[in-house]
């Protein structure tokens, strides 16, 4: 054999010495198929609030939600003066009440 018949992969000689030509193998990944899984639906359990819990709504919170409803109720009296602390408290009433009723 000759060097260049070595170094060639595609060629390979028979006992007879002729040179046979072969294709290059070209192997093939086997690939895995794909497993179809059912998803389990789970029902949520309804959270129990205890009394200890933090508070939904922060006392700044609070206290903004007053101050901008009483902005409000002002504006539509075209700030009218006098009216500031009813206002306040009228609204200080409702909020106290949304935030009751929401807990």
């Not at 294709?23 to 198929?33: C, D, G, I, Q």
Request: net charge positive; charged share 40%; hydrophobic share 30%.
């Amino acid at each position: 054999m000759n060097k260049r018949q070595e170094k060639d992969p595609k060629k390979t000689t028979t006992q007879s010495g002729a040179i046979k030509k072969t294709k290059a193998r070209v192997s093939k990944k086997k690939v895995a198929k794909k497993k179809t899984v059912s998803k389990k639906r789970v029902n949520k359990k309804a959270v129990v609030k205890s009394g200890a819990s933090k508070p939904a709504i922060s006392p700044r919170e609070r206290y903004e939600m007053i101050a901008t409803m009483a902005y409000y109720r002002a504006e539509q009296r075209e700030f009218e003066p006098g009216h500031d602390v009813k206002d306040w408290l009228e609204c200080e009433g409702i909020i106290n009440n949304l935030i009751k009723n929401s807990l």
